[in-house]
């Protein structure tokens, strides 16, 4: 009876700490997992990287095509900067993948009206993993969109995150208030 109840034990043990090896996003990228990023990258042009699967995981709502957003880790954002770069038959430079490497932040862009944004501070955004609420060490605008939509780009820092674990991502602005379900182990 003792030899059951030790292996359930470890049974238990392994399936509670399976989503802790999962491919949550990593801190810190081995030069071999930057250059498979830009390789993965590469092998899309321009926005064609937001219909591959590693960006796909990476993105919430309607993203790219309307408002809701993606997650930047190291991966994704190597990915999506080498297919950006593909379009215009350019590569990564060392200096890049440098800054990449020493990054110990990455970026929340979110797509909102931007009809009552005139300051990135009009727009707050939060990462709730249960009682933890996290807030962007800065918060910049990105790129304005023709479609009178405006990105804000949201930089947090990776040790205040736990990256395999599932966020809601809030947007308010002071008209609206959004919510987004990720799970950051979904995300390379």
């Avoid at 395999?164 to 390379?188: C, E, H, M, P």
Wanted: hydrophobic content about 40%.
């Amino acid at each position: 009876m003792s030899i059951i109840k030790r292996c359930s034990a470890i049974v238990t043990c392994a399936l509670l700490c399976m989503p802790s090896l999962s491919e949550a996003f990593e801190i810190h990228l081995k030069q071999a997992q930057i250059k498979e990023a830009n390789e993965y990258g590469s092998k899309y042009v321009g926005k064609d990287i937001f219909s591959s699967e590693v960006v796909k995981n990476a993105c919430f709502g309607d993203y790219p095509g309307g408002e809701g957003g993606i997650v930047l880790s190291k991966y994704v954002y190597t990915a999506v900067v080498s297919a950006m770069h593909a379009m215009k038959d350019k590569a990564l430079t060392p200096e890049d993948i440098k800054e990449i490497e020493e990054s110990a932040t990455f970026k929340v862009v979110v797509v909102i009206s931007d009809e009552d944004v005139k300051i990135p501070e009009d727009v707050q955004l939060v990462l709730v993993q249960g009682t933890n609420n996290i807030l962007p060490q800065k918060t910049v605008f990105g790129v304005k969109r023709k479609d009178y939509k405006q990105s804000i780009d949201g930089i947090f820092q990776y040790d205040k995150i736990n990256p395999g674990a599932n966020t809601t991502i809030l947007v308010k602005t002071r008209k609206i208030q959004k919510k987004y379900k990720i799970d950051f182990s979904d995300i390379k």
